[in-house]
């Protein structure tokens, strides 16, 4: 029998399980209410398995987790797991796929929570078993998180395929809506009644219709679900120790609302133990309402570092002064430096040049913000000439000093009797309605931000790696089920594969001799060799004689 896991991987995977008290806690879940006798399904070996399946393979189809079990591990483990048993013949007898299968089944029958799946259930009994199906998975992905060297996080969504066929067209206009940044309210695919829509064999009820990002960096549509994730990135480039894992994630299906999915994610990060202080999040989640975003971002005092969407770009007037990407700037700004289209990860070196240069020429005009906005109140702001960084005729002194520093200085300045009260005033308010839904702590598009914001390119990468098909693999028929709850099961699964990975890949960053095993390296490996069923049979009456010897002491 050969195993090609080195015996770490193994000794992680059941410390993970074991830790996690998921086992009990998924039996407990799959047995019948309040009647009938406690079912004997071996969920230690179905999450051990599966853990071990997408590691192997990059596969949860239950025919790769029952090889796993029977096929690819040692015969002492298979026994510590009961997958392998002694029959009252004394025949070896083995774990069944069908064993697996019955797992799945009740899953869907005691935990399935998804509206296209049970459109009937109540309100109370979709959330107790959405709430028990996402923190059984997060008491596996806890065990992968040591103590977080940063209170930084970055969140993000990634189009999730389903296993079933769609069994209607995309939505037309789905891309155009996309976009625009609005939100697309889903329909039951099932109470479909669109007499061009594909017909098809299966599909997910509980999947639908979103948008993604093509390989090429273009956009497509897709069937499925949208996985949300926040993941760990540093607090400032280069910070020593920092690994990027998943530490709370959430599926819906794709093209809904994305808000409360994502503030459950900090909410339940923090509910962890962890400390949150900063979000780094891209233009999908600023273009969202104050009060549905920003505010309630304030609410768990959490700083957003945010990117601009298209539609938030350009000067508006705001009692005379000119407000970009939530910041006012001097009356007098040059009129071109409004829309300052936003580099991408992807644009030449030039095109990145020529956005800093703009930027920072549109952030001499800036007013310094003396105070930042409230839940209560405005931001308070002072005038760029007296903050040193143009020169005004206005303000007495400014424009020989702007010279001198080769800075720029204000030709032709509102007239002072009817000037608005920020040329007048040294300090003036905001209100409320300033842009608050994009307010940041660094000028958008500066280096501070670039800086801070390039971080986010961690989440990014996490899913790329995830969907890796030399890791974890999950694209299109990693695994085989439907359903909200199943499929949560399966992606959720594959996220504390990535973090056992991205640990094992990284022990140098903790102390020799540290007592986790997770935090180990792999142990040396010998080399195996081929035994004959004599060989097999001493070995095993060994080592079973020593477990009973060491429950007995």
């Not at 900090?266 to 202080?277: E, L």
């Not at 009260?421 to 000028?443: F, M, N, P, W």
Request: hydrophobic share 40%; glycine share 8%; net charge negative.
């Amino acid at each position: 029998m050969i195993t090609p896991f080195n015996p770490s991987v193994i000794e992680r995977a059941i410390e993970v399980v074991d830790r996690s008290g998921a086992a009990e806690e998924l039996l407990h879940l799959l047995s019948p209410p309040k009647r009938g006798r406690r079912p004997s399904y071996n969920t230690r070996a179905f999450l051990v398995g599966a853990l071990l399946a997408v590691q192997w393979k990059g596969s949860l189809v239950v025919r790769d987790i029952h090889r796993v079990l029977v096929g690819r591990l040692p015969l002492d483990t298979q026994r510590e797991l009961s997958i392998r048993s002694t029959g009252p013949d004394g025949t070896d007898v083995l774990l069944s796929e069908q064993h697996l299968y019955r797992i799945l089944t009740a899953m869907g029958r005691y935990l399935e929570f998804g509206t296209g799946s049970l459109p009937d259930l109540s309100d109370t009994e979709r959330e107790a078993r959405r709430s028990a199906v996402l923190g059984l998975l997060h008491s596996l992905l806890a065990v992968t998180l040591p103590e977080s060297a940063s209170t930084s996080r970055a969140i993000d969504g990634t189009g999730i395929w389903s296993y079933g066929k769609q069994p209607r067209k995309a939505p037309s206009g789905l891309l155009k809506l996309d976009a625009s940044g609005e939100e697309l309210t889903q329909v039951n695919p099932a109470a479909d009644t669109d007499t061009d829509a594909v017909v098809s064999v299966a599909f997910d009820p509980d999947a639908g219709h979103g948008v993604k990002t093509r390989k090429d960096g273009g956009r497509e549509t897709y069937y499925g679900y949208q996985l949300h994730a926040l993941v760990r990135v540093p607090d400032y480039s280069g910070q020593d120790g920092f690994i990027p894992l998943f530490e709370t994630f959430e599926l819906s299906p794709a093209q809904l609302d994305i808000v409360n999915p994502s503030l459950g994610l900090i909410d339940r990060s923090v509910a962890m133990g962890n400390t949150v202080t900063d979000l780094l999040a891209d233009r999908h989640y600023s273009y969202k309402t104050a009060d549905r975003w920003f505010y309630e971002l304030m609410d768990r005092d959490v700083r957003q570092h945010v990117d601009l969407h298209p539609n938030d770009q350009g000067f508006r007037n705001y009692e005379g002064m000119k407000m970009a990407a939530a910041w006012m700037h001097c009356p007098s700004t040059p009129a071109r430096l409004g829309t300052i289209a936003s580099a991408g990860p992807t644009a030449s070196a030039a095109t990145k040049a020529e956005f800093a240069a703009s930027i920072d020429e549109r952030q001499q005009f800036a007013m310094r913000r003396v105070s930042r906005q409230s839940a209560t109140t405005g931001a308070r702001w002072e005038c760029p000439a007296i903050n040193g960084t143009v020169g005004c005729p206005l303000r007495e002194g400014t424009v020989e000093v702007a010279q001198l520093n080769g800075l720029p200085v204000v030709v032709e300045p509102p007239d002072l009797a009817t000037a608005p009260k920020c040329c007048t005033q040294r300090t003036v308010s905001t209100g409320l309605d300033a842009q608050a839904k994009i307010e940041q702590e660094h000028y958008w598009g500066s280096e501070k931000w670039r800086l801070r914001y390039n971080a986010r390119t961690y989440v990014e990468g996490a899913f790329g790696n995830l969907k890796n098909t030399t890791t974890e693999n999950v694209e299109r028929g990693f695994f085989q089920v439907v359903g909200l709850a199943k499929v949560s099961f399966m992606v959720g699964i594959a996220l504390v594969a990535h973090n056992l990975r991205m640990l094992r890949g990284n022990t140098d960053l903790f102390a020799v001799g540290e007592g986790d095993v997770l935090l180990q390296q792999d142990a040396d490996c010998h080399g195996f060799v081929f035994l004959t069923a004599e060989e097999e049979q001493v070995i095993s009456t060994m080592r079973q004689k020593a477990r009973v010897d060491a429950t007995a002491a």
